[in-house]
């Protein structure tokens, strides 16, 4: 069975058009027009195995908001559709990430019931020309439109982009966990009888 999904979005402010495969060889083509989400997406799929194509324009003379939510909801949306049925996935996940001084642990629960926690605060507005606001409203975008349940703890740091680079990393981490299928498990990992 292929995991895989393709999402495209157009609106007045984005044209975004996204594939994801879950099972993947960690490969990423990125066209954002945001430097610094491209650099986290390319963790994000190295570090979660997963293959990623994300080709978006956006109204980035305004600034990177729109462009960052709405890949936020392409990648949840592709997420969700990929994981298909969820027979058989862990559904949990849980990931720990250093990067020097900077601990981030990110906890994920494949329930088909989103939320969003975020934990901690980023010592710095921006890195470089990005708004470090913009990173709760990408992972709150993508937990609401995966139906996920994310949690996002940093746990220590100084350096933002250090932070956030962890983030991204144990992200990856923590859904290729959930989202491995185990041959132990019969049906989904649920005593509802689904997810």
């Known amino acids: 069975m292929v995991r895989a999904a393709s999402i495209d979005r157009k609106t007045n402010e984005t044209n975004i058009s996204l594939s994801l495969s879950i099972d993947g060889e960690g490969k990423s083509e990125l066209k954002t027009d945001v430097p610094f989400m491209d650099h986290m997406l390319d963790l994000f799929t190295k570090h ?30 592709a997420f969700k559709d990929a994981l298909g ?5 862990k559904r949990y996940g849980n990931a720990f ?48 439109e995966a139906r ?10 100084r350096n933002t982009h250090h932070i956030i680079e962890a983030i991204f990393k144990a992200l990856g981490r923590a859904l290729d966990e959930a989202s491995t299928v185990d041959p132990r498990i019969k049906g989904v990992p649920s005593t509802k009888g689904m997810l």
């Open 148 to 157: 996920i349940n994310l949690h996002v703890i940093i746990h220590h740091g």
């Open 48 to 77: 979660g195995q997963f293959d990623l194509t994300v080709n978006a324009d956006g109204d980035i003379e305004i600034d990177d908001h729109h462009t960052t939510e709405d890949i936020g909801i392409c990648l949840g949306q």
């Open 85 to 89: 049925d969820k027979k058989g996935i």
């Open 97 to 144: 990430v250093p990067m020097d001084e900077a601990l981030a642990q990110v906890v994920v629960d494949l329930s088909n019931r989103p939320h969003f926690e975020f934990k901690g605060e980023l010592p710095s507005s921006r890195v470089g020309t990005f708004d470090t606001e913009l990173v709760d409203e990408f992972l709150w975008k993508f937990a609401l």
